[in-house]
């Protein structure tokens, strides 16, 4: 167990069943469309009184031409805590 996850766990004290843990790997993604589904699975586990525990594995990878081309992508999801799917904004 890593430090973060110490720390969150000793944060949330009785409410570790809440806990999920998740790892989105995305080098592994071909497209926008595995971040959207990574987004949407994540917000599942809000929606059903989880506490997301999200590890974000090579995140600074290329996409496209620019190398760190997914950390724009990023950046609503993990400051407004919201997304776009395309057809709405979630949060």
Request: net charge negative.
């Amino acid at each position: 167990m890593d430090q973060i996850q110490e720390s969150l766990e000793v944060s949330l004290k009785d409410e570790r069943a809440r806990l999920e843990k998740k790892v989105v790997n995305v080098s592994q993604f071909a497209g926008p469309e595995h971040l959207l589904q990574a987004l949407t699975e994540i917000r599942a586990l809000s929606l059903q009184n989880k506490v997301p525990f999200v590890r974000g594995d090579e995140f600074d990878c290329q996409y496209g031409e620019a190398q760190g081309g997914w950390l724009s992508r990023f950046l609503m999801p993990m400051h407004d805590a919201e997304y776009w799917d395309g057809r709405a904004q979630r949060a």
